[in-house]
């Protein structure tokens, strides 16, 4: 049983920063990239930034430059600082784990509301 739990959200006003955390647990054999998408009200899932378990990175245009993704790969948890929020950045956040063996897992979600 593996578990995938995201923590951090909230209600922050523009310009302010969040830094959101997920945990992966249970039995993964191996993990080979970890990552955030998110998803606005009418709008399909995006990929926000992943992090490979080598430590290279992938960012949306929309975030480069503002959000910045890191791992700690002996606790199975990757984090997600996000500096300069927009009110384009509310979404409902969700962390991604890309094994080697068996499909993703997800988390169950956590909401990032930017708004004054």
């Known amino acids: 049983q593996v578990q995938v739990v995201e923590s951090g959200g909230g209600l922050v006003q523009p310009g302010g920063s969040l830094r959101l955390s997920c945990a992966a647990s249970?039995?993964?054999?191996?993990?080979?990239?970890m990552g955030w998408y998110r998803q606005a009200p009418g709008k399909q899932r995006e990929l926000v930034a992943s992090?490979?378990?080598?430590?290279?990175?992938d960012y949306a245009h929309s975030v480069k430059g503002r959000f910045t993704i890191s791992r700690d790969n002996a606790k199975s948890t990757v984090f997600l600082q996000m500096n300069s929020l927009k009110p384009e950045d509310t979404a409902v956040y969700y962390c991604n784990v890309v094994p080697l063996i068996s499909n993703d897992y997800w988390g169950q979600g956590t909401q990032v509301t930017v708004s004054s």
């Open positions: 992090i490979t378990r080598g430590g290279s990175t």
């Open positions: 249970g039995t993964i054999f191996a993990i080979l990239a």
